[in-house]
């Protein structure tokens, strides 16, 4: 899987370079939109990431060009400017979804590999991780075959988590990725971690090989 | 006081000093002049009856006034007379109207043919002139009582029309307000003081309003600015953190610090949001079902809300539908229901009704009101919870603002706010 980053703040770059890599992803990097133009126009990745303001153009130029090449690459949208117009005129130009710096890279992972997944439907959408398999389509999970029953928060959770295997995922991430935005305002998030209890007292029951643990004031982590 | 009254009651009094001393001066002069008149005739009379008297002894003996106005009396003979006129102004009884009326006396000393002196009478009603004088009177009181009312009158035209500029400037700058986008233009006006005052007010609030909506922006670009620096340090942390190199204790320390700047993050992204509310940039509305946001936002605060063990419970019997953005929506009922459970005991209650023109969110919590006053203003905040970004109440306000809506908050034991919504016409 090839990931193209067009970004031009340098720090930014190389975390998702950095992070994204982890991930067994090959990642080729854009500074600005005339390298980000040459990049498009002579390679073909699985998803792209564009960052809005570049210097010398703008990312929704950019989109522009994919559509006129007629490339069906998953586009994801990264922009410190959470304006509806840029997020609206970005998903018309043929963007897949649409990112709101600052955000956390457990919640890039999931929307790259959603985006990736939604490109290419004709094959398995599941996930799988060792002897887990989730659809997100169905919202089913199975463990060796048998079907797991879990609410709908406990589906969300362990979606999250099976995307983003072996990694650390920050509390306020998970957070905002199963019960939404408003409730990062919630004074502690203490809730979380009655929910990730059960969830992993019905893993452990159904045999699954997946221990959901708590990383000391940071978050939680599957392995 | 309005000022056309201001000026009408000064103008008022000073005329009355100025009619009263006119009046005053005319009604001497017009007296002295009517008395010159009388005197004159007497004078006259004088003379005939004189004439008359040396022509015929008879005019002598007239002692009393009788049908004649005059009267004669003999006086001793040798002594020294005065022989002027003298007039005397008094009363005399009248058969006439039973009473005792005005009259003129010329007394006046004259000898006959025979040199023998006697003393003359001559009288002359002055009944006539004194009404005379009395209309005269009623006249002037008449005349300023129509001065008056016609003055104020006019002047009450005129200043009104003149004055017409100033009130509709006036009217203007009532309706002001900072950063609600309606300019304020002056009407125009024939005069000069208020053409230069509503050039210059026009000006004043041009910059005011140049100002506001640089600061404003100022502090959205802020926020746009820490966005990505915000996100390479969480990020970076999080890779950190990653490595699996660290102890217990670091990684607790890095936990500290990531969560303060995810609070740093929270704050940003609410001071953006309340700028791109007040810079009125969520515009696109639609009809939004606030039973049907409602019960969604609760079913997604309801695992917190477990967790402390709070009741939510919601009576959404009753429609209620308002035309604005459903981003702006949610996020006001989500940090209402938010704060009714975070600023929330143990075991506590929040209740929800929604009826067709009303959103009343009450909770269980502190046991004292809460300050009316400050709860709606930035940064205001519980000294105890010092997670919260102090902003979700006053985003919430500028929402409200912004659709011209109300919040009410009041506490009988629970805390209560109520949102009003205007009542559809059906």
């Known amino acids: ?49 564009i960052d809005i303001m570049l210097p010398n153009g703008s990312g929704l130029d950019l989109l522009q060009e994919l559509k006129k090449l007629k490339k069906k690459e998953a586009v994801i949208i990264i922009s410190a400017k959470d304006a509806v117009g840029d997020k609206v005129a970005g998903l018309d130009l043929g963007a897949d979804d649409y990112l709101a710096k600052p955000f956390h890279l457990a919640e890039l992972h999931a929307r790259i590999k959603s985006a990736i997944r939604r490109k290419n439907h004709d094959g398995d959408t599941s996930v799988k991780w060792n002897n887990l398999k989730l659809s997100p389509e169905q919202r089913t999970v199975s463990i060796n075959g048998n079907e797991l029953m879990l609410n709908r928060k406990e589906f969300d959770l362990l979606y999250y988590f099976m995307i983003n295997p072996n990694r650390l995922i920050n509390k306020t991430s998970l957070a905002e990725a199963v019960w939404g935005d408003y409730i990062d305002q919630a004074d502690n998030l203490d809730f979380v971690y009655s ?29 | 006081m309005k000022l056309r009254n201001y000026t009408l009651r000064y103008l008022i009094i000073a005329l009355l000093f100025v009619i009263a001393l006119w009046a005053g001066l005319f009604y001497a002069v017009i007296l002295e002049e009517v008395y010159d ?42 002594k020294l007379y005065d022989f002027s006129d003298k007039f005397i102004s008094t009363f005399e009884f009248m058969e006439y109207d039973d009473d005792n009326e005005p009259v003129r006396l010329l007394e006046t000393v004259f000898n006959d043919k025979n040199g023998n002196p006697y003393k003359l009478t001559i009288r002359a009603s002055m009944v ?4 005379l004088l009395e209309d ?16 104020a009158l006019i002047n009450q035209i005129i200043l009104r029309k003149a004055w017409k500029s100033f009130y509709e400037m006036l009217n203007g700058l009532k309706n002001f307000r900072l950063g609600t986008g309606n300019s304020f233009t002056a009407r125009h006006s024939p005069i000069a003081e208020f053409k230069t005052l509503g050039v210059e007010l026009e000006d004043l609030l041009k910059r005011n309003e140049a100002i506001y909506a640089s600061q404003k922006h100022f502090i959205e670009n802020a926020s746009h600015e820490l966005q990505t620096p915000l996100a390479i340090s969480l990020n970076k942390l999080e890779l950190f953190v990653e490595k699996n190199e660290l102890s217990e204790e670091q990684m607790m320390e890095i936990g500290r610090v990531s969560d303060t700047l995810n609070r740093l993050v929270r704050l940003n992204k609410s001071l953006l949001m309340l700028s791109k509310i007040e810079n009125r940039q969520y ?18 605060f309801q695992d917190l809300a ?89 985003i919430v306000n500028s929402i409200l603002v912004n659709y011209k809506l109300k919040a009410d908050y009041s506490f009988n034991g629970l805390h209560t706010f109520t949102i009003t919504f205007p009542v559809k016409e059906s």
């Open chain 2, 306 to 394: 477990d967790y402390k063990n709070i009741t939510l419970s919601i009576d959404t019997k009753q429609p209620l539908t308002f035309n604005m953005n459903k981003g702006l929506a949610s996020t006001l009922v989500g940090n209402l229901l938010k704060n009714a459970i975070v600023h929330n005991h143990t075991g506590g209650k929040v209740n929800i009704i929604i009826s067709p023109d009303s959103l009343i969110i009450s909770n269980t919590g502190r046991e004292t009101a809460l300050d009316k006053d400050a709860i709606f203003r930035r940064f205001y905040r519980d000294i105890t919870n010092e997670q919260s970004t102090g902003l979700g109440l006053s």
């Open chain 2, 37 to 78: 008149n009388i005197d004159d005739g007497l004078k006259n009379s004088k003379i005939l009856i004189i004439r008359e008297a040396y022509a015929n002894e008879k005019v002598l003996e007239v002692r009393e006034f009788g049908i004649n106005q005059y009267k004669v009396a003999p006086l001793a003979k040798g």
């Open chain 1, 1 to 49: 899987m090839k990931i193209l980053i067009i970004e031009d703040e340098q720090g930014l770059r190389e975390v998702i370079k950095e992070s994204l890599e982890k991930e067994k992803y090959i990642i080729e990097t854009a500074n600005d939109y005339l390298s980000g133009m040459d990049k498009i126009g002579a390679y073909d990745y699985d998803c792209i990431l």
């Open chain 2, 128 to 131: 006539e002139e004194d009404e």
């Open chain 1, 195 to 223: 929910q990730i209890k059960n969830l992993r007292k019905k893993l452990k029951d159904a045999r699954a090989e997946a221990d959901i643990q708590a990383v000391y004031g940071m978050g939680y982590k599957m392995s």
């Open chain 2, 283 to 300: 515009a696109d509305e639609e009809t939004v079902n606030f039973n049907q946001l409602t019960e969604q936002l609760v079913e997604d």
């Open chain 2, 136 to 151: 005269l009177l009623t006249a002037l009181v008449a005349l300023y009582i129509m001065l008056v009312v016609s003055i």
